[in-house]
């Protein structure tokens, strides 16, 4: 059935799908040469340099969540939505120091896992691990439900099948080139994505009237220009402290803080914050212009590719979909690229198969990319919810991991006591502010749930953790000194 | 006590105008990785 509102024709969006597809996918087998040993594969070397740094982590953080949530919050939540949304470069900042502390501390880590088992032990390793997959494949599922929807709404091609494509393009270069391709790709991506949102943004912006736009949200909907608006004033601390969690926990982040070269990951990271911060207000004040372009939205998620499509006709179309295609890849590839490292490191090699060698687990680690996107294709097919109600679910979970990681990371005296109840309690109290208040409180009062948690633990029962232990090539010195 | 006309269109442009900078920052910063035999 084709959607009511699809600007371009399904032969237009095959052809674009085709084009971008076997694009990203001979580059990513072209790059994926370079992956000789598993440390390539995985990690790109080490050596990822600051241009393609700050790109894989800025165009990483610009996923269909950002390009479609974004106007989505301006729509509901007004001119505060959108700074509220910008807000999530703040663990792109913040991450910055931590990477170059990763980096110094674990100079052959290769995950999150890795950190949390070598700092607090095996329980919470195991609560980590199940926080951490189960945010990474929501965050997938989020992604492949948006190409659904999206390849649905602007070329009228049948959801599943627009899902099913976005999803086998990102898996076969993914599963070809490692996270060399993954880079490499996000690096091409993060310029169009770029250079897009300001072609369109710009032509919103000057075939509306700014005074036209302002007064008839002051007319029809005045809570958007309110300076005192309480659920999106909630919603700035929940999306900052969500988007610190996601940032500081994931193996997304992670890997590529190992992947860089040494002294390039903070630099990196601030450089992404800054190209990040004003890419939800370009990319979602367009949705405040719907009042006066009778856009009838009928669902919120697809308000800022309807008001684009309906000013800039059949190019702001074409421009609209490579952009949500860029911005679906490059997060889908380093999502299935770094849960496939977590899978297979911390529970192949660590708990399976501690003497696979690496040809083994290259073998596995293909077997579970596939794996994992035959897992969201099932889950995606179903469409299960809007995008906000999918991805905020996790809130909760990765803002209780928050205090764990910076304590961990800073603090001798943080302690497993703390970091395994931090995160229980944490998610427990969060998800219950999720079902009894709102979305919007989630991951605020599970990351203070937490915080207070491991300050009391550490308080009680403060402990004396040697930094060494992190770098697991000392190990064999540390227990000949002890 | 509402957002003015002036601070949304400011915001909005100094936006547009960031993200543009930012595409030409991020081919800058390539040409010189490249130069420095530095992009992996």
């Known amino acids: 059935m084709l959607h009511q509102t699809a600007i371009l024709s399904p032969v237009m969006g095959w052809i674009l799908i085709a084009v971008l597809g076997v694009l990203w996918i001979a580059l990513g087998m072209y790059w994926g040469r370079k992956a000789k040993s598993m440390e390539g594969y995985m990690l790109a070397g080490r050596s990822v340099g600051l241009a393609l740094g700050a790109a894989t982590a800025m165009a990483t953080w610009v996923t269909s969540n950002t390009t479609m949530l974004a106007p989505q919050f301006a729509f509901e939540l007004g001119i505060w939505g959108m700074i509220a949304y910008s807000t999530a470069s703040f663990g792109l900042f913040l991450f910055a120091p931590l990477a170059q502390r990763i980096r110094r501390l674990m100079p052959y880590g290769y995950t999150s896992g890795d950190f949390v088992r070598l700092r607090y032990g095996k329980i919470a390793w195991l609560i980590f691990l199940a926080i951490s997959i189960f945010y990474g494949f929501t965050w997938l599922i989020s992604m492949g439900m948006a190409g659904g929807i999206l390849m649905n709404a602007l070329a009228g091609i049948r959801y599943e099948v627009g899902m099913t494509a976005i999803l086998f393009v990102c898996v076969v270069y993914t599963l070809f080139g490692g996270l060399y391709a993954v880079i490499g790709t996000d690096y091409i991506q993060s310029l169009i994505i770029l250079i897009g949102i300001v072609i369109v943004g710009w032509g919103v912006l000057t075939k509306s009237d700014m005074n036209a736009v302002y007064t008839n949200l002051s007319e029809s909907r005045p809570m958007l220009l309110s300076v005192l608006f309480p659920a999106a004033i909630m919603a700035i601390f929940n999306n900052l402290l969500f988007g610190i969690g996601e940032i500081f926990h994931s193996n997304v982040w992670w890997s590529r803080a190992f992947a860089m070269r040494k002294g390039v990951g903070w630099k990196a990271y601030i450089l992404s914050g800054i190209f990040w911060f004003p890419v939800p207000i370009a990319a979602g004040f367009i949705a405040l212009a719907s009042g006066i372009f009778n856009v009838n939205v009928s669902s919120p998620d697809m308000v800022g590719p309807l008001v684009a499509a309906r000013v800039l006709g059949q190019m702001g179309a074409v421009v609209v979909f490579v952009v949500f295609f860029c911005s679906l890849a490059s997060s889908i590839d380093s999502l299935l690229a770094a849960t496939s490292d977590l899978i297979t490191e911390d529970i192949y090699r660590k708990m399976i198969h501690p003497s696979a060698g690496e040809e083994t687990l290259r073998r596995v680690s293909s077997w579970i990319i596939v794996g994992l996107g035959v897992l969201t294709w099932i889950v995606c097919l179903p469409r299960i919810g809007t995008l906000a109600t999918v991805l905020f679910f996790a809130g909760p979970m990765v803002g209780s991991a928050i205090w764990p990681i910076v304590t961990g990371l800073y603090w001798k005296r943080a302690n497993s006591t703390g970091a395994v109840f931090g995160m229980l309690l944490g998610t427990a109290v969060g998800l219950f502010a999720y079902f009894e208040i709102g979305w919007f409180t989630a991951s605020l009062i599970g990351a203070a749930t937490s915080m207070v948690t491991v300050l009391v633990a550490t308080y009680l029962r403060p402990a004396k953790f040697d930094w060494r232990r992190l770098d697991e090539s000392q190990h064999h010195a540390l227990g000949a000194e002890q | ?40």
Not at chain 2, 4 to 22: D, H, N, Q, Y
């Open chain 2, 1 to 40: 006590m509402t957002f003015s006309v002036f601070f949304v269109g400011i915001l909005i442009k100094a936006a547009l105008a960031t993200t543009a900078v930012s595409a030409v920052v991020l081919i800058t910063l390539l040409v010189i990785d490249f130069r420095k035999g530095k992009v992996w």
